[in-house]
């Protein structure tokens, strides 16, 4: 199955991915994680947008494009993907259409409050990139990943100054595609405020799995 995951930053997209991408059988492309990677490794790619994302807005729809186009047309993802993260902009969902098409667009429905309670208490694992939060899901050790032993830390685009830009830009930008992708009969929208296990029931009976 070809799924997007479309929502608000903060909003449990790579949580749920994670959690339900061995059961799909297929990958989880998140385009922050590979913009993420780029940067700790920093390859050109990295130095080129480490700016742009700690100041939570968009890197251009060219570079992101090309990245994501040249990403599916790998093995892993010929039989299925969920792409979260992007599309973010009409110009990236229509190219999107251009090389690819999609079975379903999940929509992350949050209020701004989750939002900020969820991305201030975030908490990442450098190496494996698994999400903890400092309320809903506590390392067991404070600064050490419980799967691979990385160090935790809190993302640079997780400060107030860019979770306040990251949402500006998501209502400007990537709210408009809620619109293009209902009108298309692709959308599904499912509540994210609950914990992940309840949100996964109700993922699973919209997708029919
Ligand atoms: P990206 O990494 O995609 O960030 P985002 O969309 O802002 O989304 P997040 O990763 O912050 O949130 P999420 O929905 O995955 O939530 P999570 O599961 O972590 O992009 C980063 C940057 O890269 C962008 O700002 C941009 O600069 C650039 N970029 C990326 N894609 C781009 C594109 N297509 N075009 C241009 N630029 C692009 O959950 C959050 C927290 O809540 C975690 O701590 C988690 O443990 C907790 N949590 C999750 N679910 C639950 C739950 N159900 N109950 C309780 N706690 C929960
Ligand atoms: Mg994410």
Known sequence: MRLIFLGPPGAGKGTLAVRCKDLLKT???????????????????????????????????????????ERLSQEDAQKGYILDGFPRTIAQAEALETFSTVDKVINFDIPDSGVIERLSGRRVCRKCGYNFHTVFNKPKKEDECDFCGGEVYTRDDDKPSAVEKRLEVYREQTQPLIDFYRKK???????????????LVGFKKAIGI
Do not use: C
Not at 49 to 66: F, M, P, Q, R
Not at 192 to 198: K, Q, R, T
């Open 27 to 69: 990958p989880h492309i998140s385009t922050g994680a590979i913009f993420r990677d780029a940067i700790a490794a920093k390859s050109p790619l990295g130095l080129k947008v480490k700016s742009i994302i700690d100041a939570g807005k968009l890197v251009d729809d060219e570079t992101t494009i090309a990245l994501i186009k």
């Open 185 to 199: 009969g692709l959308l599904v929208d499912i509540d994210a405020s609950p914990m992940v296990d309840e949100i």
